[in-house]
């Protein structure tokens, strides 16, 4: 495939002795320490990831590893989710040739490359980060040096994580190019210029263009985003237009509410300790809270619940607010509790399961309160998942 300037760039790598050509795998590994695999993960016809070619380099650099016995990285840099690396590609390499080698003197690591066809050199020597994804600490030094030369954050995490992050951040362009067109096939119907509206957009770089919201916790709520998304959506249906991603954004965000209650009917606590109740926090708003809907299921199911929340004064509660909350949750004023400690105090015969819905208690009292070995859903994952002695549940 052509890319500009990489021509020329291999040139004058031959030229100077950088780069040396070769033609079989045998001649390459002895003169490195590390491969890096580039090859085409093709859609199966299913959606999932080819893996052949992978699986057929790594034949190649197990069998010339057999000759070379100093210690040597394998890292892909092809882009493959991390249940399939894991099912697919990694037994290939624990349990071949390589096997008594594996994780002693041979180690893997995902390397994601954040390129674009026809910027890939400027993208290369320009990245936001760079990422490295392995279990193997002894990995981590031959990228620092491999990349010693380019001016950005050196991040080493886990091969899952990595594997995420390289499909989330394309997920996301695909996802802005979606949402872009559907705003602009709205113009006509809203007698507006949609490429003005999404250069405004854009200026907003508190909100919009930032990193507000775009961390997992729980569903969004409020008076104001269900009811405009419903309203936009519904638009579109009156007037025809389809609206696919947006009118998908509803359905998703009631996903996570029904996960919720799945996993809390799974976790075999008929008590429950819910922390929050409004739909974020710094405010009593109770409309359309993901925190009401998922109480009221509970109760409907016929588990036990209280509830904590200092931000929720019944006595402070007014208009659609107060109509809100009795229509949904009549008998709040029997569910909340004034202390946290009475809500987590564990009850040896029925233990219960605190649910965190707002980060309106810091970790640190969460841990010193909860009794040891309690079972906490942390829905705004505002502890972390070994936080011992508590035993943490997520989405």
């Known amino acids: ?102 994780e002693k003197d041979v180690f893997f690591a995902l390397n994601p490359e954040f390129l674009r066809e026809g910027n890939a050199i400027e993208d290369f020597l320009n990245p936001p980060y760079l990422v490295v994804g392995t279990d193997h600490a002894k990995a981590i030094p031959v990228f620092r040096e491999l990349y010693s030369g380019i001016d950005a954050p050196f991040v080493a995490v886990s091969p899952g994580t990595a594997s995420l992050l390289k499909y989330a951040c394309n997920s996301f362009h695909a996802m802005k190019v979606a949402f872009a067109n559907e705003i602009g096939a709205l113009e006509r119907v809203f007698h507006a210029d949609g490429g003005g509206v999404m250069d405004m957009l854009c200026e907003d770089r508190i909100l919009n263009i930032s990193p507000a919201y775009l961390r997992p916790g729980y569903a969004f709520g409020g008076s104001c985003l269900p009811k405009d998304l419903r309203a936009l959506t519904r638009t579109a249906v ?83 607010n107060l109509r809100y909350v009795e229509e949904h949750i009549p008998h709040l004023v029997s569910l909340l509790v004034e202390d946290l400690e009475d809500l987590v105090t564990d009850d040896p015969s029925k233990p219960a399961l605190i649910v965190v819905g707002k980060a309106i208690v810091t970790a640190e009292r969460l841990i010193d309160l909860c009794p040891a070995g309690a079972r906490v859903l942390d829905l705004v994952r505002c502890l972390p998942v070994d936080a011992a002695p508590l035993e943490v549940l997520r989405l």
Not at 75 to 100: M, Y
């Open 238 to 320: 009156i007037h025809g237009i389809p609206t696919p991603l947006l009118s998908a954004v509803g359905p998703s965000n009631e996903s996570v509410i029904a996960r919720s209650v799945d996993l809390i009917g799974g976790a075999d606590r008929r008590r429950i300790g819910l922390i929050g109740l409004s739909f974020k926090s710094g405010t009593d708003d109770l409309r359309e809270s993901p925190l009401v809907e998922l109480a009221e299921r509970l109760l409907g199911k016929g588990f036990e619940i209280q509830i904590f929340d200092p931000e929720v004064r019944l006595e402070m509660l007014q208009g659609r």
């Open 1 to 102: 495939m052509a890319e500009p300037g990489l021509d020329e760039l291999l040139g004058e790598g031959i030229r100077t002795g950088s780069v040396i050509p070769v033609s079989t795998t045998e001649e390459a590994i002895p003169h490195t320490d590390i491969a890096l695999i580039c090859v085409g993960t093709p859609s199966r016809t299913d959606g999932t990831c080819e893996t052949v070619q992978i699986q057929r380099v790594l034949e190649d650099v197990a069998a010339a590893l057999r000759g070379h016995p100093n210690p040597y990285v394998i890292a892909l840099r092809s882009t493959l989710p991390h249940p399939q690396l894991a099912a697919e590609v990694l037994p290939l390499l624990a349990s071949g040739p390589l096997a008594e080698r594996w």
